[in-house]
Structures are given as structure tokens and as C-alpha cells.
């Protein structure tokens, strides 16, 4: 199993741009995450997912979409990117179901973001 | 709403020396605890997790955690530590299971920086 993958890995945008950060799961996961890293603030939820189909604002959506097409993928968007906006993604799943591991969140690797 | 304090965002300490990460948090509802470990450059990885039962949880790596309702906190500890243990600390709160999304609250990151 690759586990939790996310593409690209590193990105430079100009403000404006637009762009859409994909994670993959291999897991057959239901819940799926998209999280911001910045510096002495931690980790922020920005969307997340319960299941194919469904999408749900954390606590920093705003200039954000996402979309959850298919169980495997969970995607975010940008529409027209902000220097706010520079950050490292952390896309995250959890199978959500009884069994060892279901309440613990898997993380991919990470998108290095830079908007100019 | 939940919240997570980590109180000290860098933990200087020597080589096979023991450490303590400290984690607070607040809560009105039942919640799991969790302690992520964030190597450079890479996503993070679950060190343990108290969800119910034994109030002292292990971890990989040697490391333990200890769960104190009446003082809300879940300190993060290690008898000795390791220079390979430098790294990011992350303490979370999940809501579950009054809660069914899995989100995770995350304090502010402790560095622990290992000398030799």
C-alpha cells in the first residue's frame, strides 16, 4: 500500500493563479482531510470529507473547494491564489470504522506551497 | 469549542537526557487525545493515542503519555531521549464520540532539538 499520497510536492503560483492539490488514498478509507501547516500555529482543518460525495468546511475554508468524486481522491482547489495562502498541505484519511486504527488519522507528505 | 495548548514551542535538551512535552487542553464533552511526531520535511506520524481505560498510554519509540482529567492535560514523556528524536510534536484533540467527523484540534508544535 502507497498509503496517503499527495501531488504535486512542491508548487510556486503568482497571485491570481489558480491550482488543484490532489490527494489519493489506498486504504479504502471514508473520512478524508485537508489541513494548512504555518509556523507556530499547527495544524488548521480546511475541509474535509465523510464519504464519496460529500464535503464539509473546517475551520479555515474561505478561498478554498474541494471535492470528493471518487472514495479514493479528495481534491482542493484554488481558485485564485492569495501570499495568504502560502503553506504547507497536509491531506489526511481515516477509515472510520471499528477495528484497530479507525479513529486515527493517516498523513500524506506534504504540499509546499509559495504563492508570489 | 475545543482548544489545544502546547506550552512550550522549543524543548532544548541533551542526548539520553529524559524530556517532558507539556499539552493542555479544554474541553465540555468527553474527547481522545493524540501526540503526532512531525520529522523535517516529512507528514506526521501517530507517537500514541488515549482514547479510554489505563490513564498512562505507550507510544513507539519509547515514549509515553499520561491522561489527567482533573487537570485537562496529556504530557508527552521520555525517559531518555535519542537524537534522532529532533523533530516537531503535535498534541490533538478529537471530539469523538459525541463528534462523528474525526476532526482534529492540534496545538502550536513543540520542537524538540536533541544535542549531543
Known amino acids: 500500500n502507497a498509503g496517503v499520497t499527495q501531488t504535486p510536492k512542491f508548487r510556486v503560483l503568482k497571485t491570481g493563479q489558480s491550482m488543484t492539490l490532489l490527494c489519493a488514498q489506498d486504504?479504502?478509507?471514508?473520512?478524508m482531510y485537508w489541513y494548512r501547516q504555518d509556523p507556530g500555529m499547527g495544524l488548521r482543518l480546511i475541509h474535509y470529507?465523510?464519504?464519496?460525495?460529500?464535503?464539509a468546511k473546517g475551520e479555515v475554508p474561505d478561498g478554498y473547494n474541494v471535492s470528493r468524486l471518487k472514495k479514493q481522491n479528495f481534491l482542493l482547489g484554488l481558485e485564485s491564489a492569495a501570499p495568504s495562502q502560502t503553506s504547507v498541505y497536509f491531506c489526511a484519511s481515516n477509515p472510520r470504522q471499528p477495528g484497530t486504527g479507525w479513529d486515527t488519522q493517516y498523513f500524506g507528505p506534504g504540499t509546499r506551497l509559495t504563492v508570489l | 469549542a475545543q482548544s489545544v495548548t502546547q506550552l512550550d514551542s522549543q524543548v532544548p535538551v541533551f542526548e539520553e537526557a529524559p524530556v517532558e512535552l507539556r499539552c493542555n487542553y479544554s474541553s465540555s464533552v468527553s474527547v481522545y487525545l493524540f501526540w503526532y511526531v512531525q520529522y523535517p520535511n516529512q507528514g506526521l506520524q501517530l507517537l500514541l493515542k488515549?482514547?479510554?481505560?489505563?490513564?498512562l498510554v505507550k507510544g513507539i519509540n519509547g515514549f509515553e503519555a499520561e491522561f489527567n482529567k482533573s487537570q485537562t492535560s496529556f504530557h508527552l514523556r521520555k525517559p531518555s531521549v535519542h537524537i534522532s528524536d529532533t523533530a516537531e510534536y503535535f498534541c490533538a484533540v478529537s471530539d469523538y464520540p459525541s463528534s462523528n467527523t474525526g476532526k482534529l484540534i492540534f496545538g502550536q508544535g513543540t520542537t524538540l532539538q536533541v544535542k549531543p
Open positions: 470529507s465523510v464519504g464519496e460525495g460529500t464535503t
Open positions: 486504504m479504502n478509507h471514508e473520512y
Open positions: 488515549y482514547l479510554s481505560g489505563s490513564t
